[in-house]
């Protein structure tokens, strides 16, 4: 009996704590801590997910944009290739040198007594420029003159008292003898008298060396004495400095290599003309013929000098300035122009892409002279219309749209094409 009750006990106590198990398992989480712990993982997978889906959304429009673009043909500017001439220049960096470039020196010592000029003038041959104190040298010119003047009086006396020595030698009245002695005392005055003209000679040069005048045309540069200060014949300073401007020349080297072809058309035409550009080589400042050239090549650089004359009127060139001189050697008429941008290079070829019914055409090419921005070429025919934008897009026969209004006019901006578009 009491077996029989602990068991219905024992039994009862286990189903009570199944339903508890049960009625825990279905009780809703309210505990705030739990809700905190998987708050993270939840907004994890929310930006997997949205990641996941802008990936293959975003990757999809990419596609099919990449694809738009292929299949839409690209839009260029052309430009129509012309008949016409245009020069063959040769390029190279120049100086402008003054045909005569002069430092006065003083060649007698003495105080500078005025300064005639202003920094920077321009003056003429014989102007004067300065004066150094004359006195010792007027001075030192009457002596001399004066001893001229005694001796060509003792040269008249022994002249005189030769012609009575003659006369009496002839009426046997006085011996041979003395009529020697006083034909060479004659002589002998002669010597003094001409030593003597030496002597005034120099002494007016020195004189003269106290009056400084320009010896040729030409602009003075800053002032260097003043008046008061002492000039020493022999010295290292010069007392002005004058350099000719026009006309004036522009030295250049020019390679070797085209020698051959200059030394033909110097003999054919004689002087070549020669531009003279600013370091940007946008502004034309002179234009000149070539002079001549050098009688050597220089080893070192395997280059020759040229010079070329510039009359200079303006004086837009300046000694020992730095110039771009572009050589014209010769002229090429009727050839076939285009806008030099329209030219590409793929290694040692050039070509350019020709426009024919919508299609381009790559279309090989040779330069033969450049003038600004302007090329002529070779294997192309005028008319001929070629692209001169969208290069990174076009492709041999590919289709091409042509931009409304996109004629280029770089060829006409190039200040030596002679040549016109028809």
């Not at 705030?32 to 997978?45: F, G, H, Q, S, W």
């Not at 003038?371 to 076009?394: K, M, P, Q, W, Y």
Request: aromatic residues 6%; hydrophobic residues 40%.
């Amino acid at each position: 009996m009491t077996q029989s009750a602990g068991h219905e006990q024992t039994s009862l106590s286990s189903d009570l704590s199944r339903e508890e198990e049960e009625i825990n398992e279905t009780r809703p989480i309210d505990s705030k801590d739990e809700l905190l712990r998987r708050v993270p993982a939840y907004i994890l997978c929310l930006f997997v997910l949205i990641g996941l889906i802008w990936f293959f959304v975003d990757r999809s429009a990419l596609q099919r944009a990449e694809l738009e673009e292929q299949d839409r043909a690209p839009v260029i500017k052309v430009a129509t290739a012309y008949r016409g001439d245009i020069g063959s220049y040769i390029e190279a960096l120049g100086t402008v040198t003054p045909v005569a470039g002069i430092n006065l020196y003083p060649q007698i010592s003495g105080r500078i007594d005025a300064v005639h000029y202003v920094e920077g003038q321009m003056v003429q041959r014989g102007d004067p420029i300065l004066d150094i104190d004359p006195r010792p040298y007027q001075a030192q010119l009457e002596q001399v003159q004066g001893s001229l003047q005694r001796d060509k009086g003792l040269l008249r006396q022994a002249e005189m008292d030769l012609s009575r020595y003659q006369e009496a030698f002839s009426e046997q009245a006085i011996a041979r003898q003395t009529l020697d002695d006083q034909r060479e005392l004659v002589e002998q005055y002669k010597g003094t008298v001409r030593n003597d003209v030496g002597q005034v000679d120099y002494a007016q040069v020195q004189l003269s060396y106290c009056h400084i005048t320009a010896p040729i045309d030409g602009r003075l540069g800053l002032r260097l004495v003043d008046p008061g200060n002492t000039a020493f014949a022999g010295g290292s300073s010069p007392l002005a400095v004058l350099t000719q401007l026009r006309p004036i020349t522009v030295v250049f080297s020019v390679a070797e290599d085209f020698l051959p072809a200059l030394r033909a058309e110097v003999l054919h035409h004689g002087g070549l003309q020669v531009d003279a550009y600013d370091r940007e080589l946008k502004k034309k400042l002179a234009v000149g013929r070539l002079l001549t050239l050098d009688n050597q090549i220089d080893t070192s650089t395997g280059t020759v000098r040229f010079r070329a004359q510039f009359d200079n009127s303006g004086l837009s060139l300046y000694p020992n300035q730095f110039v771009n001189a572009r050589l014209l050697v010769k002229t090429l008429h009727n050839v076939t122009l285009i806008p030099t941008g329209t030219i590409q290079r793929n290694g040692t070829e050039t070509f350019v892409y020709v426009i024919s019914a919508g299609v381009s055409h790559l279309h090989k090419v040779a330069e033969l002279a450049t003038e600004g921005s302007v090329t002529a070429v070779s294997n192309l025919n005028a008319g001929d219309i070629v692209a001169t934008t969208g290069f990174d897009r076009l492709q041999d026969g590919a289709p091409v749209l042509i931009s409304s209004g996109s004629e280029d006019s770089d060829q006409d901006e190039a200040p030596n094409a002679v040549g016109r578009k028809p």
